[in-house]
Nanobody, 121 residues
């Protein structure tokens, strides 16, 4: 079971940027290469939603609400995924989580603590 650790959240003004990281420090490299991964977020009182995903071969998908503003990437040598978030809006405020995805796109049951992103002036 792959354990992912999120970091990089914080408080930012509208229009600002953040880069979130999702590391898999205990995962051997050959396993990391095969990971499909998704970034999710959950705002207070809302359901958790998938905002971006990346397959092991680099294919990406984004929720309509973040297209053109968010970019998902991976650095296999560092065993880390990233979510670059530009032009942040107050509605992006949420706890952000990363998780592995199976071949059907379903997340594992292994959720981390997430990282809080707050967008406010």
């Amino acid at each position: 079971q792959v354990r992912l650790v999120e970091s990089g959240g914080g408080l930012v003004q509208p229009g600002g940027s953040l880069r979130l990281s999702c590391a898999a420090p205990r995962t051997i490299l050959s396993v990391f290469w095969g990971i499909n991964m998704g970034w999710y977020r959950q705002a207070p009182g809302e359901q958790r939603e998938l905002v971006a995903s990346m397959s092991s071969d680099g294919a990406t998908n984004y929720a309509d609400s973040v297209k053109g503003r968010f970019t998902i990437s991976r650095d296999n040598s560092r065993k880390t995924f990233y979510l670059r978030m530009n032009d942040l809006k107050p509605e992006d405020t949420a706890v952000y989580y990363c998780n592995t995805l199976n071949d059907s796109g379903r997340p594992s049951d292994n959720w981390g603590q997430g990282t809080q992103v707050a967008v406010s002036s």
